[in-house]
């Protein structure tokens, strides 16, 4: 049984910093493309950063240059470190995973329904 495990969530001041983990068991996540999705109150789930199962990395255009995904795969998580954080950020953070396939890391970001596996979701409140 695959289970995502999102953690590092919390309040933090503008400019601050996050790191997410999603812990992945069930699942190998060398083989699988990964998603960080979050979906804000009153919005719509939206992609912000993705990595290929070849290691392509995309980032929304909001998120470049302020976040970053990265993988341990001996670790078997997917993490999203978050920098400069702006209170338009403040959203539930997902972890997904999609099986290998033809598209690319924008593909992947922009279709959440090619995702068969999601977290419980971590809060990220960024206010002063």
């Known amino acids: 049984q695959v289970q995502l495990v999102e953690s590092g969530g919390g309040l933090v001041q503008p400019g601050g910093s996050l790191r997410l983990s999603c812990e992945a068991s069930g699942l190998t996540l060398d083989y699988y493309n990964i998603g960080w999705f979050r979906r804000a109150p009153g919005k719509e789930r939206e992609g912000v950063a993705c990595s290929t199962s070849d290691s392509r990395t995309y980032y929304r255009a909001s998120a470049k240059g302020r976040f970053t995904i990265s993988r341990d795969n001996a670790k078997n998580t997917v993490y999203l470190q978050m920098d400069s954080l702006k209170p338009e950020d403040t959203a539930e953070y997902y972890c997904?995973?999609?099986?290998?396939?033809?598209?690319?890391?924008?593909?992947?970001?922009?279709?959440?329904?090619?995702?068969?596996?999601w977290g419980q979701g971590t809060q990220v409140t960024v206010s002063s």
């Open positions: 997904a995973t999609a099986r290998p396939g033809p598209y690319s890391g924008g593909d992947y970001c922009s279709n959440p329904h090619l995702f068969g596996s």
